[in-house]
């Protein structure tokens, strides 16, 4: 593997230097504690400065470069990007693990505010979204602390959160911040949220929450920039809520108002996925009783306190393992990817098996929260086939929304045409037109719809990363089959739900260099 040599260069934004300092300090195993002894200098000015609120000289800046043995910090002209160098028709062998979800550890930050005593997060994935909402929580006077190892999270929160001093900037890179709303109903009678971002998917409208956190006193109107909210005592009793979409989010929103409404809640219509099993079981860890776990129907005995030093194991993330499947077909490799949550993926498998691919499974076992059912899926090299019928996404138990790119990469490697339909987002399938500049052969019929015919001779090509996570990973892994060098620009979006994936896709034998202009 080839390595960067190029420190980036910065413009000295705060906040872009503030965001170098803190992936520095974290890829160094350092607390901020330790960080600000070894400059001399308090914790909160850490905190202040890798949140971006604080101007620092070139002096400062050399101070904790040298600190954290970091090269990485150079000021100069220009902005910032991650972007990747990726030598392509490379043959992946051997075996990786598959990280711990975005989706849940989300949630489960979230979640974390309803607890009054110290939530640790085992195993959370180091990516941007995590960040993110970290940097959020850090803002409102929430204690964060890494474990030195990196791998866990230590979340304590104070009396009384400082939601005036919210990091909005921080806020609106992410769509989670939504989640806010079900715990923060439980502590404020009037707080604002800055409107989610994210990736660029189409509308996504957030009515299904407020809908369902009307039955929880929760009143919303939105204003210029922000949601701003007032809460009013809800009824007493006994109550039914009716999602009126079976989403993730919305589902675990509801969850989290109920969790701490005395009484008993019924959801109706609730997502059994993934994020959401994780959830429920963590809640459960804090004493709330919840039937139904993994249906659609939802009973949640709630509690007026939660006071609960807890540890929970996020659980493994199905739509990095069926990345890692697209990463194996694509580049006809034999791969063995460990840890698939398999409840998560029986339906993509069964059409992967349907489209020829030769895979095995081994024997099943449990995640770390001693819940979710994993086991080890070893690819082979297959001639893939179209699949006779359309692919299409389904809440779970179907083809899950998040996978269904990833089928785009794989119809086009297969011989034959697939109608592709993801009925869910607008404006999702068309950023997999961008496949086109790698060789493949896509056709938008709608902007819900997509022909895709293959085999496909992947070629190398200098493209920016497409607006959304899922699409721009599936360009990576074409690039992974393509003859020649590529470059894939701006890659902070796959950042955002992948962990060091370049990096451990090289210990595979791909052969990627990231490098910052
Ligand atoms: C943090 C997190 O967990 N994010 C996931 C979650 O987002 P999240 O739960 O926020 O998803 P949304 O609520 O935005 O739903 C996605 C889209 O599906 C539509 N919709 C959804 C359910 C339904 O029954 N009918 C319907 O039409 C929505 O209107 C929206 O356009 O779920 C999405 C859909 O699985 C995933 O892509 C996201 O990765
Ligand atoms: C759409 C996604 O996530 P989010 O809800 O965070 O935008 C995703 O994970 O592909």
């Avoid at 080839?2 to 260069?9: A, G």
């Avoid at 990091?167 to 989670?176: V, W």
């Avoid at 895979?359 to 819940?371: A, I, K, P």
């Amino acid at each position: 593997m080839t390595q960067t040599t190029n420190p980036p260069s910065v413009t000295t934004s705060p906040a872009s230097i503030g965001r170098l300092v803190r992936d520095a300090r974290k890829q160094r195993g350092l607390t901020q504690h330790e960080l600000a002894s070894l400059l001399n200098t308090s914790q909160s000015a850490i905190h202040r400065i890798e949140s971006g609120n604080q101007n620092l000289s070139l002096e400062m800046i050399n101070r904790i470069a040298n600190a954290l043995e970091s090269p990485l910090i150079t000021p100069g002209a220009g902005g910032t990007s991650t972007n990747l160098r990726i030598a392509g028709n490379t043959r992946l062998e051997g075996s990786i693990e598959t990280r711990s979800s975005k989706n849940a550890a989300v949630a489960l930050l979230c979640a974390s505010l309803l607890n009054r005593g110290r939530t640790v997060l085992r195993g959370i994935a180091h990516i941007e979204e995590v960040n993110r909402l970290v940097e959020v929580l850090d803002s409102i006077g929430v204690r964060t602390m890494w474990s030195s190892d990196g791998r866990d999270l230590t979340i304590e929160r104070p009396d009384v959160l400082d939601l005036d001093n919210m990091n909005a900037d921080a806020a609106r890179r992410t769509r989670s911040v939504i989640m806010f709303f079900g715990p923060l109903l439980h502590f404020n009678d009037e707080f604002r949220l800055p409107y989610a971002g994210g990736c660029q998917l189409g509308a996504r409208t957030i009515q299904p929450h407020l809908q369902s956190l009307r039955s929880f006193g929760l009143n919303v109107q939105a204003t210029e920039g922000y949601y701003r909210a007032t809460t009013t005592k809800s009824a007493e009793g006994a109550r039914t809520i009716v999602l009126t979409e079976r989403g993730d989010t919305v589902t675990e929103n509801t969850l989290m108002a109920a969790a701490m409404t005395p009484g008993v809640t019924t959801v109706r219509n609730a997502s059994p996925n993934y994020m959401v099993q994780d959830l429920c079981v963590f809640l459960t860890m804090l004493g709330v009783e919840i039937e139904g776990i993994g249906t659609t129907t939802l009973i949640v005995h709630g509690r007026e306190h939660i006071e609960t030093d807890v540890t929970y194991t996020i659980s493994e993330d199905p739509i990095e393992a069926m990345s890692l499947i697209t990463a194996a077909v694509v580049t006809n490799s034999e791969l063995t990817i460990t840890r698939a949550p398999i409840e998560f993926l029986e339906i993509e498998l069964a059409i992967l098996q349907e489209m020829g691919l030769d895979f095995s499974l081994g024997h099943e076992y449990r995640s770390g929260n001693g819940f979710t059912r994993l086991v080890d899926i070893t690819v082979e090299p297959s001639m893939l086939h179209a699949h006779a019928d359309k692919i299409h996404p389904m809440p779970f138990p179907g083809l899950n929304i998040d996978n269904l790119p990833f089928f785009a990469v794989l119809a086009a490697t297969a011989q034959g045409q697939t109608l592709i339909h993801d009925w869910v987002y607008e404006n999702r399938a068309i950023h997999l037109l961008e496949l086109n500049k790698l060789g493949a052969n896509v056709q938008l019929l709608d902007p819900h719809r997509l022909i895709v015919v293959g085999p496909t001779r992947w070629r190398s090509r200098d493209m920016v990363s497409p607006p959304a996570l899922r699409p721009a990973v599936c360009i990576l892994l074409a690039m992974l089959a393509a003859r020649g060098t590529s470059v894939l620009r701006d890659t902070y979006v796959i950042n955002r739900g992948y962990e060091d994936l370049a990096t451990r896709l090289n210990r595979l034998g791909a052969d990627i260099t990231p490098f910052y202009e």
